[in-house]
């Protein structure tokens, strides 16, 4: 049978096209809205007690954009696209961004094995290594001073091994008050002496340093155990230690409801701000949730909460939206909720 040159090359177009169009990746990177799991498959906790409900782990979904990605997402609602180097900065592979996010997971399961259980009175051994500044805010005291890595040791000449002990400390001085600290970088001591400054557009006082405690949990009784896979990010720390709480107490906290959050936690049980919350508020709404904790950063205009809630109003959601600062305010507002009809 004689084929027509024309349709053949016709169709080589049309391969090349669409082969391009699905495969080929653009320097752009798409998050998009993902799942809301139940928590009871991927946490466990040895002879733990059963609930009615569910707590839910919500994810963002992200992949490099082909140009068929790029153009359904440049249409679709809660679909972000950022550059690709916003993403992965220079000189950090996809691979590395990959194994970092799944260290922070597994710090995020030790902060709320620690939460959780100290909370739920359970038996739990903890080994403090002190605390670490992660980060400096530029335009604050410890601006040009401190740096990230270093070991606080003292303030004041008093002894500091977990956060809330310098943050409370700092907390009750005046702006313009000098602390002198104590700390360790590369293996030597170094004392510095600071003026404190209240944070712009804030009625509070400090370093403008983000810290972290870092500690070695060295026995639970009963074990818990965590089958997360290949989910990453330090965001399911509040939902983690409700679960796990859950577990641990006869009281049932989810009272028959499908209950879904996020937040990043502390040792402390302070909930942070996490990122594409737009995007998990919709996951969660799919799914069918009852409840959304959203991180309330103290009220901040531009919260998680609000965000929350704008995008709550917008779909038109029965999900409650609740805002939390700590682990303690979700479990007040569990144990106080009336059992699902």
């Known amino acids: 049978m004689r084929v027509n040159r024309r349709s053949i090359v016709l169709s080589v177009i049309v391969i090349v096209f669409v082969a391009f169009l699905v495969g080929y990746r653009l320097p752009y990177y798409i998050y998009k809205p993902g799942g809301a799991d139940a928590l009871n498959p991927i946490v466990e906790v040895t002879d733990g007690y059963e609930s009615d409900g569910d707590m839910h782990l919500v994810t963002v979904r992200g992949g490099p954009a082909t140009p068929f990605q790029y153009l359904l997402a440049s249409i679709r609602p809660y679909h972000d696209i950022d550059p690709i180097e916003e993403v992965f900065p220079e000189g950090i592979s996809q691979e590395d961004y ?109 370093l403008g340093i983000g ?72 996951a969660a709404d799919s799914q069918g949730c009852d409840i959304f904790f959203a991180p309330n950063e103290g009220g901040a205009d531009d919260s998680n909460y609000k965000i929350a809630s704008q995008t709550a109003e917008d779909i038109e959601t029965d999900m409650e939206i609740v805002p939390v600062d700590t682990f303690d305010d979700a479990l007040k507002y569990l144990e106080e909720l009336p059992p699902k009809e």
């Open 98 to 206: 990959h194994k970092a996010q799944l260290q922070m997971m597994e710090s995020s399961q030790k902060q709320s094995t620690v939460v959780a259980y100290q909370a739920a009175g359970a038996d739990i051994d903890i080994n403090y290594e002190g605390i670490y500044v992660v980060n400096v805010m530029e335009g604050m005291p410890a601006d040009g001073i401190l740096q990230t890595g270093d070991k606080i040791l003292q303030v004041d000449n008093q002894t500091i091994s977990k956060t809330d002990h310098l943050i409370d400390y700092v907390s009750s001085k005046q702006p313009g008050a000098v602390i002198t600290l104590t700390v360790e970088r590369n293996q030597e001591r170094v004392e510095t002496e600071m003026e404190l400054e209240s944070f712009p557009d804030q009625d509070k006082v400090g």
């Open 211 to 282: 810290l972290v405690t870092n500690l070695e949990i060295e026995h639970v009784e009963p074990e818990v155990k965590f089958a997360s896979g290949e989910i990453g990010g330090p965001s399911a720390g509040l939902m983690f230690s409700l679960e796990i709480y859950d577990q641990l107490t006869e009281l049932d906290i989810s009272k028959g409801y499908h209950i879904a959050g996020t937040g990043e936690i502390s040792y402390e049980g302070q909930i942070g701000r996490i990122g594409g919350i737009d995007k998990k508020v919709i």
